[in-house]
């Protein structure tokens, strides 16, 4: 089993910048891939960035450029970095990660909110 806990979420005006943080415990040698949903009211849940064992990264068209996932994998720990805000941007993000078994994890989510 592996536990992901969320931080970092909150209320920025468009234009600003936020930082999520995950944390990974448990079995977190079985993880492979880790990375970032999110949801937004009346939406599904959808892709923001991946990044994996290996470094490799993916990003949704919507955040390329703006959005940084990163990794340290000496804490277990996964990043966001999220710069130039939207409101299309308010969600619900949720850390995921995925085992080199194909077992999902995911975390409890943090609101992101874009506004002023």
């Known amino acids: 089993q592996v536990q992901l806990v969320e931080s970092g979420g909150g209320l920025v005006q468009p234009g600003g910048s936020l930082r999520l943080s995950c944390a990974a415990s448990?079995?977190?040698?079985?993880?492979?891939?880790m990375g970032w949903y999110r949801q937004a009211p009346g939406k599904e849940r959808e892709m923001v960035a991946t990044i994996t064992s290996g470094s490799s990264t993916n990003y949704a068209n919507s955040v390329k450029g703006r959005f940084t996932i990163s990794r340290d994998y000496a804490k277990n720990m996964v990043y966001l970095q999220m710069n130039s805000l939207k409101p299309e941007d308010t969600a619900v993000y949720y850390c995921y990660s995925k085992s080199f078994t194909e077992y999902n994890y995911w975390g409890q989510g943090t609101q992101v909110t874009v506004s002023s």
């Open positions: 448990g079995n977190t040698h079985q993880i492979n891939l």
